[in-house]
């Protein structure tokens, strides 16, 4: 009935990634990260390291893109056991959708219950900053609308339901944390929330798909995430996201501006610093079992 490409990987399929990734640390995360283009350093703030890299790890694909390393990191944030892709996959590095969301399922079947997904995102908000963080309250998810959907083929009931809700993909209380957590660091200023949304990428926008974008009432846009954040809903993980915005979409035709992935990783560098005090600070408000402390 469903193609073999849209099969992607069975239960046993991940459960065998899991245990194996199971057998080789003590370290059991509740909270896992996913870090943007340039954000790898995320990776580095987790203490008492064991670390793999992608190609040592069974399925697992390999990073392709500059900024991201290809290392899957367990170890302990401020004593609260997580793990860490330093690096994620994308569509346009051509793997099918099923893989790009595979780490996400060797992530519940871990343990994990809350998932950090970070991103690089051009701004379309015209109040928006380079260097500013944006908390994400929802997306867009265009390759969706073509019917790209990494839920698409056969459901497995052990990951969860066929129609999964959408409408709170990313947790409320996690939003407010992060925006209570950003105002004690003194963060006010460059911390914003918006919707984001995915596109399939490579290629940077248009100014007429820019302008579209913005019309369509999204203030950031990227290549990632939203695949990452609808798989974790699926199996019931809680979700939070930013995108940290690297450059300004290009939405005027007498502007000099071009959109390059080094400004991407220049900007990642540049905020660096306090994009890791805010997601540790906020690791350590993370209870288990999902409370905010
Ligand atoms: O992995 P993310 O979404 O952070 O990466 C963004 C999108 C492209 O991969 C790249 C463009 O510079 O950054
Ligand atoms: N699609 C897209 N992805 C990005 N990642 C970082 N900046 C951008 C951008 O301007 N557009």
């Given at each position: ?261 080094e400004e991407v990783l220049q900007t990642g560098k540049q905020r660096a610093e ?11 408000k993370i209870e288990h079992n999902n409370n905010y402390v």
């Open positions: 009935m469903f193609p073999e490409a849209n099969k992607g990987y069975s239960y046993e399929d991940c459960k065998a990634t899991a245990d194996w990734l199971l057998a080789q640390t003590d370290v059991r995360p509740t909270v896992g990260i996913v870090c943007g283009s340039g954000l790898g350093g995320l990776a580095d703030m987790l203490k008492d390291q064991v670390a793999f890299n992608y190609k040592d790890i069974p399925n697992f694909p390999q990073s392709t893109v500059h900024g991201h390393a290809g290392r899957l990191v367990f170890g302990t944030l401020k004593g609260r056991p997580c793990v860490c892709m330093q690096g994620r996959f994308h569509l346009y590095e051509g793997y099918p959708i099923h893989k790009i969301t595979l780490p996400i399922r060797i992530f519940k079947l871990i343990g994990v219950e809350t998932v950090m997904l970070t991103n690089a995102a051009g701004g379309l908000n015209q109040d928006f900053k380079v260097g500013d963080i944006m908390i994400i309250k929802d997306h867009l998810n265009m390759p969706g609308f073509a019917g790209i959907n990494p839920l698409s083929g056969p459901n497995d009931e052990r990951f969860g339901v066929r129609f999964p809700c959408m409408s709170d993909a990313y947790d409320r209380e996690l939003q407010q944390m992060a925006m209570d957590v950003g105002q004690e660091l003194g963060y006010g200023d460059f911390l914003k929330e918006g919707i984001y949304c995915v596109l399939g990428g490579p290629s940077f926008e248009t100014i007429a798909e820019s302008r579209m974008l913005h019309k369509l009432g999204v203030d950031a846009v990227g290549m990632s995430t939203v695949p990452e954040a609808i798989i974790a809903r699926h199996c019931g993980m809680r979700v939070f996201a930013l995108s940290l915005i690297t450059n300004h979409a290009v939405m005027d035709y007498d502007s000099e501006e071009k959109a390059n992935h306090q994009l890791e005090r805010l997601v540790s600070t906020m690791v350590t």
